[in-house]
């Protein structure tokens, strides 16, 4: 048996043969996302290891400021509203189960709320901190912009 590493499993096609392999027994391991992570527990897969991580956002210089702020104003919107009432928004993730798995019953009210949405730029520790870890990986040749105060986006809301 061979484990499966990484976020691959975002991807629906993946996810579903990947799960697949994990119920067959073909590979002993995988990186899943929610609602995967959920959907494989009420499967019968167990969790060995969780964690949780920041996804930086990417907004080219480009992107015009008003249409940027009201897409993350309506981020917020959004967060605040999970953070109101989530029994009231798990339903929705049926919406992201497969085709295969449409057939099986998902109990959601069980599923996790999944991805948070911070609207505030990156401390510029954690900024750091993730600069230090791509030199560590040596991916810092890769960069093109290092700064601080030229990659955080300042959209206030």
């Given at each position: 048996?061979?484990?499966?590493?990484?976020?691959e499993?975002?991807?629906?096609?993946?996810?579903?043969?990947?799960?697949?392999?994990?119920?067959?027994?073909?590979?002993?391991?995988?990186?899943?996302?929610?609602?995967?992570?959920?959907?494989?527990?009420?499967?019968?897969?167990?969790?060995?290891?969780?964690?949780?991580?920041?996804t930086?956002?990417?907004?080219?210089?480009?992107?015009?400021?008003?249409?940027?702020?009201?897409?993350?104003?309506?981020?917020?919107?959004?967060?605040?509203?999970?953070?109101?009432?989530?029994?009231?928004?798990?339903?929705?993730?049926?919406?992201?189960?497969?085709?295969?798995?449409?057939?099986?019953?998902?109990?959601?009210?069980?599923?996790?709320?999944?991805?948070?949405?911070?609207?505030?730029?990156?401390?510029?520790?954690?900024?750091?901190?993730?600069?230090?870890?791509?030199?560590?990986?040596?991916?810092?040749?890769?960069?093109?912009?290092?700064?601080?105060?030229?990659?955080?986006?300042h959209?206030?809301?």
């Open positions: 048996m061979v484990p499966v590493v990484g976020g499993s975002c991807r629906v096609g993946v996810l579903v043969a990947v799960v697949a392999a994990l119920l067959d027994r073909e590979i002993e391991a995988a990186s899943l996302l929610p609602p995967q992570i959920d959907m494989a527990k009420q499967l019968g897969l167990r969790e060995i290891i969780a964690d949780e991580f920041h930086l956002w990417w907004v080219p210089e480009s992107a015009p400021r008003e249409e940027v702020r009201a897409y993350l104003r309506a981020l917020d919107r959004a967060e605040r509203a999970l953070e109101a009432d989530l029994p009231k928004y798990l339903p929705l993730w049926r919406h992201c189960v497969p085709p295969e798995f449409q057939g099986r019953e998902w109990d959601t009210s069980r599923f996790s709320r999944g991805e948070r949405f911070v609207y505030k730029p990156i401390p510029r520790e954690e900024f750091e901190g993730v600069f230090e870890q791509v030199k560590r990986w040596g991916l810092d040749q890769h960069l093109k912009e290092r700064s601080f105060d030229k990659l955080v986006y959209a206030s809301p």
